[in-house]
């Protein structure tokens, strides 16, 4: 275990095998703990990044406060469960549980209406963003790399396999 003052060393070894995606770098690993390979020794790198942002629609103020009122109702409900574990009778758990329910659900649409109006126009669209790989290296520490290598080639080709 590195101290402190010592850098972690995140990439050990060298280049054993190259993906284009990370399902088949996965499906490489896999294979070789599959065959008894000591997999500790094996690390994912993915390389060439890329920030990909998918614009879903237009963000309105009553879009944002529905949003709101979708997550605050989780965790009103949320909180009202936890309430009603203090609750007497059956009725009073349901009605403490849907009374979280309700006020998480006002509280989140006010909430998320406000939030948008102060963006002043600046972001009116939704979003769904990820970090994707153009390549995955499959890399193992040198004692182990000739091995690992040789274990890849007899590696079947179908997935299915």
Known sequence: MATPQEPVE????QSIASFSTYADAQRAVDYLSDNGFPVENLTIVGSDLKQVERVLGRLTSWKAALAGAGTGAWFGALVGLLLSLFADTGTAVVV???????TGAVFGAVWGFIAHLFTFGQRDFATFGMTVATRYDVYSTSDQAARAMEMLAGMPTNPRT
């Open 10 to 13: 995140l990439v050990r070894g």
């Open 96 to 102: 403490i549980i849907l009374w979280g329910l309700l």
